[in-house]
């Protein structure tokens, strides 16, 4: 947009490199370039002003494929002006003589022109296509209809517009439609999800399988050695039994001929002290045996005095004496019987 301020009944104009301006004067152009800057008088100038830089335009239409489904485009279209005078002559480009802004709507006139003409380009693919190939292959297939039916058309060359480029950003169908496309692939993926649930089950199922059969065997070999340790266990209890038995048995027999030798010791020793007794008496007998009388009456009277207590008043008379001799005697003989058992 040119800038314009007044000064005494003159205006001045200031513009961008990018905007072409012509100045009319008398229905001629005086003045014509890009970014230029000077005075005019409004009520015998005319000032037109065309933007010479890329401009985007975007567009969105719907159109029928062959097989009868709606379907929407959507994308871009940049083009510029290379030739202002010749769309100048075509479109009105006026600037306000006050305001600097254009007196009519140039650019929506040009935005109309390219939609409409891209939509013409379109329209004869998508009506020629199946929905399925649009939404596989129109978006460049559409992009490349466009921008080659846009540099070809005669209305813009003589216009002085030059197409940039062209993007088609999206090719879709309706909600229903898409849904409806969507189901097969849908279906299939939730298939394979499927499959690959059930496979996931199936395999965790023979794992667990293995695992509880190996629990199994685990529990079976655990058995098999509890039972061979029982049967140790018991093994070398019967074992140490029968070596307690073994060891009392030999105990008992030893202590039997423990005491057998010792009942054999002692009787031997018994029989050998009666034997030396019996041989003392026997050798004892047999001195006496060979000793006068007088001697055996004093050994006797000894014997028996050592029998005696004590006397302190002795009386004796024939009838006392004949007796205590007797007594004596006998006394003498018994005493020596004892000492011979001594």
């Known amino acids: 947009m040119a800038n314009i301020f007044g000064l005494f009944g003159w205006r001045h104009l200031r513009t961008e490199p990018s905007l072409h301006v012509l100045q009319y004067r008398g229905g001629n152009i005086k003045r014509s370039g890009r970014g230029l800057s000077f005075w ?16 985007d335009e975007t567009f969105l239409f719907h159109a029928r494929s062959k097989d009868f489904q709606d379907v929407t485009a959507q994308g871009c279209i940049t083009y510029r002006v290379v030739d ?3 769309i100048a002559s075509r479109i009105d480009f006026t600037l306000d003589a006050v305001t600097g802004i254009h007196s009519k709507t140039p650019l929506d006139q040009i935005s ?20 399925r190939e649009i939404l596989a292959d129109g978006v460049e297939t559409i992009r490349d209809r466009i921008r080659h039916g846009l540099q070809g058309d005669a209305k813009l060359d003589a216009l002085g517009i ?3 480029s062209v993007r088609v950003s999206d090719v879709s169908p309706t909600s229903e439609l898409d849904r409806a496309l969507q189901a097969p692939t849908n279906e299939a993926i939730q298939q394979q999800a499927d499959e690959a649930v059930f496979q996931r089950r199936a395999l965790a199922v023979e794992k667990e399988r293995a695992i509880q059969e190996n629990e199994l065997q685990n529990q079976i070999e655990l058995a098999r050695r509890r039972a061979d340790l029982i049967g140790q266990e018991g093994e070398n209890e019967r074992q140490r039994i029968e070596e307690d038995a073994q060891a009392k048995q030999i105990e008992s027999e030893a202590g039997a001929r423990r005491l057998r030798l010792e009942a054999e010791t002692r009787a031997e020793s018994i029989r050998a002290v009666e034997q030396a007794r019996v041989g003392a008496e026997r050798e004892r ?3 006496y045996k060979e000793l006068p009388a007088h001697v055996m009456m004093g050994m006797a009277a000894k014997k028996a005095a050592g029998s005696l207590g004590n006397i302190e008043h002795l009386n004796i008379t024939p009838d006392l004496l004949g007796s205590a ?3 004596l005697a006998h006394a003498g003989a018994t005493a020596l019987g004892d000492g011979d058992e001594e």
């Open 40 to 55: 005019f008088h409004p009520l015998s100038t005319t000032i037109a002003e065309v933007p010479c830089s890329d401009r």
């Open 84 to 86: 202002a005078e010749r």
């Open 112 to 131: 109309q022109l390219l939609v409409q003409s891209a939509q013409q380009h379109a329209r004869a693919y998508l009506a020629a296509t199946p929905v």
């Open 325 to 327: 001799l007797a007594q």
């Open 162 to 164: 030059e197409i940039v």
């Open 285 to 287: 007998m047999a001195i």
